[in-house]
Nanobody, 121 residues
Framework: QVQVVESGGGLVQAGGSLRLSCAAS????????MGWYRQAPGKQRELVAR???????NYADSVKDRFTISRDNAKNTVYLQMNRLKPEDTAVYYC???????????????WGQGTLVTVSS
């Protein structure tokens, strides 16, 4: 089995910073894309940022120039540095990893349980 576990959420004032981490563990042969999504109350889950295995990235327009995604392949970990946070960034943040367990099985998307980020005004 493969698990991804997020950490680093919490309460922060507007303008502040937080760093989220997500570690994948278990029977992993390879990891392709890793990413962060978020879901605010009453809204659909949306992409925040993704990073490929060759470290190319893409961001939601709403977080460009404020958030930075990075990864440590040796640790199967992805990070999200969030700066200049706004109240509208308040949401549960979910980590997603595209993993292969063996060479013959297809890529599978694995989700974490989520970590709550609350930005006060």
């Amino acid at each position: 089995q493969v698990q991804v576990v997020e950490s680093g959420g919490g309460l922060v004032q507007a303008g502040g910073s937080l760093r989220l981490s997500c570690a994948a563990s278990g029977s992993i042969f390879a990891i392709n894309d890793m990413g962060w999504y978020r879901q605010a109350p009453g809204k659909q889950r949306e992409l925040v940022a993704r990073i490929s295995s060759d470290t190319s990235t893409n961001y939601a327009d709403s977080v460009k120039d404020r958030f930075t995604i990075s990864r440590d392949n040796a640790k199967n970990t992805v990070y999200l540095q969030m700066n200049r946070l706004k109240p509208e960034d308040t949401a549960v943040y979910y980590c997603n990893a595209l993993v292969k367990i063996t060479t013959t099985l297809p890529w599978v998307a694995v989700w974490g349980q989520g970590t709550l980020v609350t930005v006060s005004s």
